[in-house]
C-alpha cells in the first residue's frame, strides 16, 4: 500500500532522514517507533505529500507521490485519515461540525446524509448523542474518539495515528488502543502510527519499525522487535518502554480500585 524508497531529507544541516527504506502492507497496522526528533513525523508528512524527498520516492497505492500534480495530489489525499495528537478539534464548531467537515467541504452530501455519517461514526467509537457538545465540554479521551471519527468520516483506505495516547492516564490509553484496533479492523483499513509509547505499539501493531539516526534500524512484529534485537539503540528503547509499561500498569490498577 505504502512503499517509502531510500528517502533522504535534510534542513540545513540536520540531516532527518538518511536512505529510510519502508514497506507497508495493504491493511497492517505499522507502527514506527523512535524518540523524539528522529523523524517520525517528518517521515509522515512525505508519505501524505506535505514534504518532498531530497532524493528517493514514496508510492502510495501505485501512485508516486512526487510526481503528482495539485489536483491529483488533494485526490490522493482523500485516501487518508489522521487522527492529530491533541485532536486537533476546531474550537468553533460543534462536535457534529468538526466531524462533518470533510464530508462538507469535499462532498456534494445533502446535510441529511452528513448528518446521518456523522451520527454513525460517532457511534462507531462510542460517543453516541454528542454531536451539538462543543469541544471545550469534552475531556482529552473524548476529543480523542472525536478526533478518531472525524479521521473516518470520509471512508479513508489509510488512516495515520500521531502520538494517540500522548496526554492520556493509562486507563483511558488503554482504551483508545483498544478503539484503534477495533475500528482499524472493522472498516479494513491501512493503519500508520507514530509513536514513542511502547505499551501502545506493542498492543496496536501488526508490525513496528524503529527510525533512528535517520533510518529503519529494526522491523519485525512486537514479540521480534522487543525480544530478540541486538542493535543496542533499539535494546535501550524498548527496555525504557518495559519499564513505562510496568510503571503504568501499577498506576493502572491503582486508578481502577479508586
Do not use: W
Amino acid at each position: 500500500m505504502i512503499f517509502c524508497e531510500n528517502l533522504y531529507k535534510a534542513f540545513g544541516d540536520n540531516h532527518v532522514l538518511q536512505g529510510v527504506d519502508l514497506h507497508i502492507k495493504r491493511g497492517e497496522s505499522m507502527v514506527i517507533i523512535g524518540g523524539s526528533g528522529t523523524g517520525k513525523s517528518v517521515l509522515i508528512k512525505h508519505i501524505i505529500g506535505l514534504l518532498s524527498p531530497d532524493a528517493g520516492r514514496v508510492t502510495v497505492d501505485g501512485q508516486v507521490v512526487g510526481d503528482l500534480h495539485e489536483d491529483e495530489l488533494n485526490e490522493m489525499r482523500k485516501k487518508f485519515g489522521m487522527l492529530f495528537q491533541g485532536a486537533a478539534l476546531f474550537d468553533s464548531l460543534t462536535v457534529g461540525g468538526n466531524v462533518g467537515f470533510a464530508l462538507k467541504e469535499h462532498t456534494d452530501l445533502a446535510q441529511s446524509k452528513i448528518d446521518e455519517r456523522v451520527k454513525e461514526c460517532l457511534e462507531m467509537v462510542g460517543m453516541k448523542d454528542v454531536e451539538r457538545l462543543m469541544p471545550a465540554e469534552l475531556s482529552g479521551g473524548m476529543k480523542k474518539r472525536v478526533g478518531l471519527a472525524r479521521a473516518i468520516a470520509m471512508n479513508p483506505q489509510i488512516i495515520l495515528f500521531d502520538e494517540p495516547t500522548t496526554g492520556l492516564d493509562p486507563v483511558m490509553a488503554d482504551v483508545i488502543n483498544d478503539l484503534i484496533i477495533k475500528t482499524t479492523r472493522a472498516l479494513k483499513v491501512t493503519s500508520v502510527t507514530i509513536t514513542h509509547d511502547m505499551v501502545s505499539a506493542n498492543r496496536i501493531a501488526d508490525r513496528i519499525a524503529m527510525l533512528y539516526q535517520g533510518k529503519i534500524v529494526a522491523i519485525g512484529t512486537p514479540d521480534e522487535v522487543m525480544f530478540n534485537q541486538t542493535n543496542p539503540a533499539v535494546r535501550e528503547f524498548v527496555e525504557i518502554g518495559r519499564i513505562i509499561r510496568q510503571t503504568e500498569a501499577v498506576q493502572g490498577r491503582h486508578i481502577g480500585a479508586q
